[in-house]
């Protein structure tokens, strides 16, 4: 199922896919809002300030998320160079926004969509709503991170675009890494687009960082398998895209 973007494609889709997390705030509000009143003066300030903070972070979080996925250029895929790849391989975790982007930017090449989703290790609820609201095509190749089903050297082009942090076990992570570079031909390149876990992800999803890895954990799990970063790039303050070469 293509993914047709609209103005507000990216809140709207953190909303709905993460809508628990607001009604708990918004029931919490309210709770606090209604035994204010048996509270002394200093607690009703504090109170007061906490929710102030609360709300602040809140919608702070969804304009910076607004200007990251709607606004910036982001989904115009114009950080990837490789315009002369013919085959390419997009690897998703379990939602893919960007197979039909990538095969519109290279009409000549052929644009592989692989899915790594195993409902048993990804048990993150937004991912189980996402796939409900948007299945993956027919043409969706599910794949098992660690035992991809690919010939050597098949793919100039690989991308993996806010995917590979939800392997959350750092060997398997490594593996994952290890089976892309085997697919990978002598000349190609993969392309690992992440937030990063640094001071400006931390002002915009506050402890929602704690998800995202830092670009020295990132290096490290470039190095152990194999792979050498010939140049990076932020597409906004808040991503990273790393070209990889093995």
Same mark, same amino acid.
């Not at 114009?78 to 290279?106: C, M, P, Y």
């Not at 675009?161 to 990978?184: G, Y």
């Not at 290096?219 to 932020?234: D, N, Q, S």
């Given at each position: 199922?293509?993914?047709?973007?609209?103005?507000?494609?990216?809140?709207?889709?953190?909303?709905?896919?993460?809508?628990?997390?607001?009604?708990?705030?918004?029931?919490?509000?309210?709770?606090?809002?209604?035994?204010?009143?048996?509270?002394?003066?200093?607690?009703?300030?504090?109170?007061?300030?906490?929710?102030?903070?609360?709300?602040?972070?809140?919608?702070?979080?969804?304009?910076?998320?607004?200007?990251?996925?709607?606004?910036?250029?982001?989904?115009?895929?114009?950080?990837?160079?490789?315009?002369?790849?013919?085959?390419?391989?997009?690897?998703?975790?379990?939602?893919?926004?960007?197979?039909?982007?990538?095969?519109?930017?290279?009409?000549?090449?052929?644009?592989?969509?692989?899915?790594?989703?195993?409902?048993?290790?990804?048990?993150?609820?937004?991912? %189980?709503? @996402?796939?409900? !609201?948007?299945? *993956?095509?027919?043409?969706?190749?599910?794949?098992?991170? =660690?035992?991809?089903?690919? &010939?050597?050297?098949?793919?100039?082009?690989?991308?993996?675009?806010?995917?590979?942090?939800?392997?959350?076990?750092?060997?398997?992570?490594?593996?994952?890494?290890?089976?892309?570079?085997?697919?990978?031909?002598?000349?190609?390149?993969?392309?690992?687009?992440?937030?990063?876990?640094?001071?400006?992800?931390?002002?915009?999803?506050?402890?929602?960082?704690?998800?995202?890895?830092?670009?020295?954990?990132?290096?490290?799990?470039? %190095?152990? @398998?194999?792979? !050498?970063?010939? *140049?990076?790039?932020?597409?906004?303050?808040?991503?990273? =895209?790393?070209?990889?070469? &093995?």
């Amino acid at each position: 199922m293509e993914i047709k973007r609209s103005r507000f494609q990216g809140v709207s889709n953190i909303l709905r896919f993460n809508w628990h997390f607001y009604v708990l705030a918004i029931l919490l509000f309210i709770v606090v809002l209604m035994i204010l009143p048996y509270f002394s003066e200093d607690l009703q300030r504090i109170a007061f300030l906490g929710l102030g903070l609360a709300s602040f972070s809140i919608l702070s979080s969804l304009l910076i998320s607004y200007y990251i996925y709607d606004y910036s250029d982001l989904y115009q895929l114009n950080w990837i160079q490789n315009l002369a790849a013919t085959k390419i391989l997009n690897v998703n975790a379990g939602f893919d926004e960007t197979s039909e982007l990538l095969r519109r930017k290279f009409p000549d090449a052929v644009v592989y969509a692989a899915d790594f989703y195993d409902p048993k290790k990804h048990t993150e609820v937004s991912i %189980k709503r @996402a796939r409900k !609201r948007y299945p *993956a095509p027919a043409d969706t190749i599910s794949v098992n991170s =660690s035992d991809l089903p690919f &010939k050597t050297e098949t793919f100039d082009l690989i991308c993996c675009i806010f995917a590979a942090h939800e392997i959350r076990d750092p060997q398997e992570r490594v593996l994952f890494l290890k089976e892309l570079a085997c697919t990978l031909t002598t000349d190609g390149s993969i392309m690992i687009t992440e937030h990063l876990r640094d001071l400006n992800n931390f002002l915009a999803f506050q402890i929602g960082f704690f998800h995202f890895y830092s670009d020295g954990c990132w290096r490290r799990i470039f %190095k152990e @398998a194999g792979l !050498r970063i010939v *140049a990076h790039r932020k597409i906004n303050p808040f991503i990273i =895209s790393y070209s990889l070469k &093995k």
